[in-house]
């Protein structure tokens, strides 16, 4: 497998290198590749001038890959990945192998998402249905210096479209042939001469792709509904105002598990036998199909908006942006694996509960806007965040209802410049004062496990300093090298899950801070008069005390929070652009990442994992192994994209052709963290292929044919070992017993559509 994934790679370097081999063949050319401007720095600059290892994706780029939502950056970035949970609020994004993914709402994320400047607070707030969008920005790496204690494996940072001071706008109607639709208007333009407005809706309904044989109904899908305004107030050059607001509501039964393997004639915890789940069923790679009842729930509102002031001094930029949030949803899934009531219950047992969440941000920040020597932003950090998650299981085994609540207040002084001190020669320097109070009140109630009720509260602070360090050297006209040290910071968290019912409840102590030590070496090109690019960027990271969500066998599979002791992701990345000709570009990306644990003893066994495969009996009781040498969980070593847009000619013709084709391969993943080798992910790659019409005249009306994952290649997007369900499987000494099930995601098929839009 190595060797295809090398040869596959190498393949990419070659197209990537073919700017330079090509010099000179067009050099008279009128055309070239668009500069792109974007904020990676908290300042407007051109990408090619940041010394950051970066994705940028357009709107553009996103539709032709069928892109509305954040998971189908994966097959645009490299490095990067997603791993589905139960709902989106357990989704967690993976950069450089690096991802938090976590039950408790006490826990942030590695991985930052921003929209328009603000932070989001919940992880299923970045998992909302992309609108609107100007760009993505995916920043690799740690960026704690200036985004905060939520960057430490990196950012993706989202900016939507502005108001326009000309009137414009735009309709769009996408239909696929497995029952997707989707509708979307925008319309900007002048109210008067100093303010203008920018609207946009999308509403969207899919069926899913999952069919519950129980009802008969497919799953797995979701109706959506988003809204989002801005207003901008621009009384002279010196001062402006930006006020935004948007709406995002998501009804969705998502996301079931479907079954791998599973053993027949095995009863699980409540004495459903494995031979009534399977009626119907066919488990294995090709499965769709799932037996649940009730139909799962994942419904969520997300609301809020900011103000965004900028005033315009000399050679600099003063702006302060004051953002409020609110986040609310729903959860419903079966548990038992039975069809009909079960101990009395109408739907049998199930699990369900509420996430809350509430945020309140404002930064001040002053930047630099002239081409001085001296470039910086400085600034002031607050947010202030509460967040809720109610949590019920019914039944005799495993139950559990609680309520944990935890709050945080963020205070932060940052800044970062460059300074260059000779022709070509930048210094890079920046530093982060942070500091944190978290608390947290837990609640556990009367339930039918016969626990008894329990309330328990607590709080705790930190301080912390991150910085970043570097230089920057242009080598000739439009190609540079950058080498940066930056440190990067996720604060403590505390564990509010079940996991306060363990005999030894870790989780009256919050997990320890998470830090990384970032070093980088990059190079960034332009060629051939800028008709190509090409972005090279080695990396090394440690991280200490990384926090990452395990399973305990001895506890039912309970979860919980742990630090692992030493981690290392190192790599290579490169990307790049080709404009081949007026009518032909090439792009590509290609990552080879190596993310491992270097020091955890103490880790969790998986079930029924034996002492000859590293499962042994601790010093203080219980089982544990020692992982280094591990892959970390959803970390592909290679993972590489290529894509061309083409100009079709077509003659006199009143319209003009586009083809696009798009190719995203990874290697293989494992998703457990402990190292479990049924819940391996085999390498895969998807295609996608659209051509679009346009007319020629003035461009107004667009129609786009387009087919997803067009050799059908199947993939789960998650695996997970639910063995230790099944009752004939004790631990610590399992029968040869087996249930592997893993989710889809909504590419695990081939789906085919067209898409008509209209803008003026």
Not at 64 to 85: E, I, M
Not at 101 to 124: C, N, R, T, W
Not at 190 to 208: M, Q, V, W
Request: net charge negative; proline share 4%.
């Amino acid at each position: 497998m190595m060797t295809r994934s090398m040869m596959c790679s190498a393949v990419t370097l070659m197209c990537l290198a073919a700017p330079a081999i090509a010099q000179g063949t067009a050099d008279n050319a009128d055309y070239a590749l668009e500069e792109i401007v974007v904020t990676a720095q908290k300042r407007q600059q051109s990408a090619q001038d940041v010394p950051v290892a970066m994705s940028v994706i357009g709107g553009d780029a996103l539709a032709n890959v069928g892109g509305s939502r954040l998971q189908d950056l994966t097959q645009l970035s490299p490095s990067l990945t997603v791993t589905q949970g139960g709902d989106q609020n357990n989704n967690s994004v993976v950069l450089r192998g690096v991802g938090t993914s976590a039950f408790s709402v006490g826990v942030e994320a590695a991985v930052l998402v921003v929209i328009d400047d603000v932070a989001v607070g919940l992880s299923g707030q970045g998992f909302n249905d992309l609108q609107d969008i100007e760009r993505i920005e995916v920043l690799r790496g740690p960026q704690s210096t200036l985004f905060g204690k939520s960057a430490s494996a990196g950012v993706i940072n989202i900016t939507t479209k502005a108001p326009t001071d000309t009137f414009s706008g735009s309709a769009e109607v996408t239909v696929t042939d497995d029952d997707e639709q989707r509708y979307a208007a925008g319309l900007s333009g002048p109210i008067s001469d100093e303010l203008s407005f920018r609207l946009s809706a999308a509403i969207g309904r899919y069926d899913g792709n999952i069919k519950n044989v129980t009802t008969g109904r497919m799953i797995n899908g979701r109706d959506t509904e988003n809204y989002r305004g801005k207003l901008l107030w621009q009384p002279s050059d010196k001062f402006d105002a930006a006020l935004s607001a948007y709406y995002s509501k998501t009804e969705a039964d998502c996301c079931e598990f479907v079954s791998i393997r599973k053993t027949p004639g095995i009863r699980n915890l409540f004495g459903v036998t494995t031979n009534s789940q399977l009626v119907g069923i066919t488990p294995g790679p090709n499965n769709f199909d799932a037996r649940v009842d009730p139909d799962p729930v994942s419904d969520a509102k997300d609301y809020g908006g900011n103000l965004k002031l900028n005033l315009y001094l000399d050679e600099h930029v003063l702006t302060n942006i004051t953002a409020r949030s609110h986040y609310s949803a729903n959860d419903l899934a079966d548990f038992d694996g039975a069809s009909g009531p079960l101990f009395g219950l109408p739907n049998g047992l199930t699990q369900f509960g509420f996430f809350r969440g509430d945020t309140f941000s404002n930064e001040l920040r002053l930047a630099t806007t002239s081409q001085s020597d001296l470039q910086y932003v400085a600034g002031l950090y607050y947010a202030d965040n509460s967040f809720t998650r109610r949590f019920t299981r019914t039944g005799p085994a495993q139950p559990g209802d609680w309520r944990g609540e935890t709050g945080s207040k963020t205070y932060a002084i940052f800044g970062q410049a460059d300074y260059a001190i000779a022709q070509g020669t930048k210094l890079i320097a920046g530093l982060r004062w942070s500091r944190e109070d978290i608390s947290f009140t837990y609640d556990r109630y009367l339930n039918a496990g016969g626990n008894p009720p329990f309330k328990t509260s607590g709080s705790s602070d930190d301080s912390v300093v991150t910085g970043k360090a570097g230089i920057q050297q242009e080598f000739a006209d439009d190609v540079m090298g950058f080498a940066t040290y930056s440190r990067g910071y996720k604060g403590q968290a505390f564990d509010l899950t079940t996991s306060f019912t363990r005999p030894d409840n870790p989780a009256r102590n919050p997990v320890q801070p998470e830090t990384a030590n970032s070093y980088e070496l990059g190079v960034k090109g332009s060629f051939l008069n800028r008709r190509a690019r090409l972005n090279l960027t080695g990396f090394l990271t440690d991280y200490n005390n990384f926090q990452a969500q395990s399973q305990v066998a001895e506890f039912g599979g309970s979860l919980f929070l742990a630090n692992v002791g030493k981690l290392r992701t190192k790599g290579v990345e490169a990307e790049g652009s080709w404009l081949a000709t007026d009518s032909l570009t090439l792009n590509g990306s290609v990552a080879y990442v190596d993310a491992v644990i270097r020091s955890f003893p103490t880790a969790e066994c998986y079930f029924g994992q034996t002492a000859a495969q590293g499962c042994t009996l601790r010093s203080t009781g219980g089982r544990a192994q020692d992982l280094a040498g591990h892959t970390l969980a959803n970390s592909p070593k290679w993972k590489f994209n290529v894509g061309a847009d083409w100009e079709l000619p077509l003659g006199e013709l009143p319209f003009t052709s586009t083809v696009n084709v798009n190719y995203a391969w990874q290697s293989e993943v494992n998703f457990d963290l402990r190292g479990n080798p049924n819940t391996v992910q085999d390498s895969y790659g998807i295609t996608n292929l659209s051509i679009a019409f346009e007319d020629r005249a003035e461009g107004r009306y667009r129609l786009t044919l387009f087919a997803r994952n067009l050799f059908d290649k199947h993939y789960f997007s998650s695996v997970n070992d639910l063995t230790n369900g099944l009752i004939a499987n004790p631990y610590p000494n399992p029968s040869p017993a087996i249930d592997l099930r893993g989710r889809r995601a909504r590419d695990a098929s081939r789906y085919l559509g067209a898409r008509f839009s209209i803008k003026y």
